[in-house]
């Protein structure tokens, strides 16, 4: 015997522990995509997972190596944080017990760039501000910015002064260039008596714009003495205490996007916002209102019962989902970010356009003033169509090599009215004629049929490819696709006989006379010809049966048979 019974037993086990190595994917279960797959590793980011066949016991795997805290969403999404500080580069996203990977790319934060002026100093060409004394206020602004400040203009306003000759507006240098410098003076004179006041204050906003057409603002609140008694002050140049503020957070939106690309009514989406502290001080306490709102703070700064307002915010096209409009992001410190993220709903009523949305950031600063820091980021909502591409009645047969028709028909199945372009059919496995027509606007619950001839080559499953072309809200060029697939049969084809072949000579089928065969015939019947209408088949074309032993009519042939 060629194998003895221990070889067998040996052989067998070898093969069971060779497929035991060897991995397998479960079915079904595959990685297909993950957003954002785009990323920058100054901050950590929540990225989600998406695909199929995902548990509980499923694991976020970076380049093979486990990303710890993977929250199960459902068998088809995984969220997990990717931490700051990620190498630049492409990374191979993988989940444990399934196939399939996608690629998170991580890229270095673009740097910050802008021009910030502030107040570096200010006087008085008196010592001391009387009644009825006209003055001179002089400050000097400087770019403490990386980039220039261009058509910059200084706005002065204050309920116990008049401005004199420029109605309280210094146009600046232009541009004023980082680190640089510019010194002018507004005349006033007070508004009326001074008679118990100590220091007058006056409020200067400043406004510019950086080279893209960015606008900023800055207000700042400037201290003047007053003189007692109403009597004149002796003349001199006397530096003013200056609150500038400059020891300050600034909280920006650096980047933003949704989790449902495009918006379109009736949308639940997932708005995720990168925040940087762009001042130079920490920002305590930071709470971030969705739609608008403010913390409670008095005159002077500090904070005020009444805690933290949300709900004057606007919510006609977006509402919050899940949770309230407000969220506490926890302290900031300059120059760090997070990222924030707000589950919303686009309302069903909301028409396709650009809205913008407002973001307040309300937080502590150095000193424990309230201050609230504003944003705008703008939401682009759509109203695609959304239309049926089918067969309005059953296909008929389909044979390889002979035409049949596509009874081809698009249903809008949306609330409004769509315009569609040109619709065209094609097929990989045949020729299509006739597969090019401009569809128009089709209303609510309209429909469009097109009917091409299809030629399929061979026998089989043939796919027909339906694309059709349209221009978006925004004027852009997207298209809607379907497949559809037909069976078709092996074609067949009845011979027909050639004139001379054996049996043949003629047309199978009787063919309609005309009328000239008609008269034809008459003009023989006239001369005592034959006038019978033509044989209808071939059949009826041979000589007459004779039955034996009856003589032919007609007779006419001897033979040498008896005589009877």
Do not use: C
């Amino acid at each position: 015997m060629l194998f003895t019974k221990k070889s067998l037993i040996l052989f067998g086990l070898i093969l069971a522990l060779m497929m035991a190595s060897v991995p397998f994917s479960m079915v079904g279960a595959d990685v297909t995509s993950v957003q954002p797959a785009n990323i920058t590793n100054d901050v950590a980011t929540i990225i989600t997972v998406k695909g199929d066949g995902f548990d509980a016991s499923s694991k976020v795997l970076l380049d093979g190596v486990e990303l710890p805290g993977t929250v199960f969403i459902n068998n088809t999404e995984l969220q997990v944080t990717v931490p700051a500080g990620v190498a630049v580069g492409e990374h191979i996203i993988t989940v444990t017990s399934t196939g399939g990977s996608a690629i998170l790319t991580v890229s270095a934060p673009p740097p910050f760039t802008r021009p910030q002026i502030y107040v570096k100093s200010s006087w008085t060409n008196v010592k001391q501000v009387t009644t009825g004394q006209e003055f001179k206020f002089a400050v000097d602004f400087e770019n403490a910015g990386n980039m220039p400040a261009y058509n910059a203009q200084a706005v002065f306003s204050s309920p116990d002064l008049i401005p004199l000759n420029t109605g309280g507006v210094i146009v600046l240098k232009n541009p004023l260039d980082p680190g640089s410098n510019f010194a002018d003076d507004q005349r006033f004179i007070p508004a009326g008596p001074l008679y118990g006041k100590t220091f007058i204050l006056v409020d200067v906003t400043v406004t510019y714009y950086d080279d893209k057409g960015t606008p900023y603002s800055d207000k700042f609140t400037l201290t003047i003495p007053v003189g007692s008694g109403g009597g004149g002050g002796g003349s001199g140049v006397v530096a003013t205490a200056t609150p500038t503020g400059v020891r300050s957070g600034q909280l920006i939106i650096s980047s933003y996007s949704t989790s449902v690309d495009p918006l379109q009514p009736g949308s639940e989406f997932k708005l995720i916002m990168t925040v940087q502290n762009m001042g130079n001080d920490k920002a305590q306490r930071v709470t971030m209102i969705v739609g608008g709102g403010s913390s409670g703070s008095g005159e002077d700064g500090t904070p005020q019962p009444g805690g933290v307002s949300g709900g004057s915010g606007e919510f006609s096209n977006f509402a919050p989902l899940g949770s309230s409009n407000i969220q506490s992001l926890g302290d900031l410190p300059a120059s760090t970010g997070v990222q924030a993220s707000q589950d919303l709903i686009v309302n069903v009523s909301t028409n396709p356009g650009a809205y913008p949305m407002k973001v307040t950031f309300s937080y502590l600063n150095g000193k424990g003033e309230v201050v609230n820091d504003e944003q705008v980021i703008t939401l682009l909502v759509f109203s695609l169509p959304n239309v049926e591409i089918s067969f309005y009645r059953p296909l008929d047969m389909f044979f390889a090599g002979q035409p049949a028709q596509l009874p081809l028909q698009i249903v809008n199945l949306g609330k409004r009215t769509a315009v569609l372009g040109n619709m065209t059919v094609t097929s990989g496995g045949g020729m299509v004629e006739n597969g090019t027509a401009l569809v128009g606007s089709l209303d609510a619950g309209g429909y469009y049929t097109l009917d091409p001839m299809f030629y399929p080559d061979a026998a089989g499953t043939v796919q027909l490819n339906v694309l059709i072309e349209y221009t978006d809200d925004f004027n852009r060029a997207r298209t809607i696709e379907k497949t559809l697939e037909v069976n078709v049969e092996e074609g067949f084809f009845e011979p027909t006989p050639e004139p001379g072949m054996e049996g043949g000579g003629g047309d199978f089928f009787p063919t309609e006379e005309t009328f000239l065969q008609k008269v034809w015939r008459f003009i023989l019947g006239l001369f005592g010809l034959d006038s019978a209408p033509p044989a209808s088949s071939p059949e009826m074309e041979g000589p007459p049966l004779i039955e034996p032993g009856i003589p032919a009519p007609g007779g006419g042939g001897g033979g040498s048979g008896p005589k009877g």
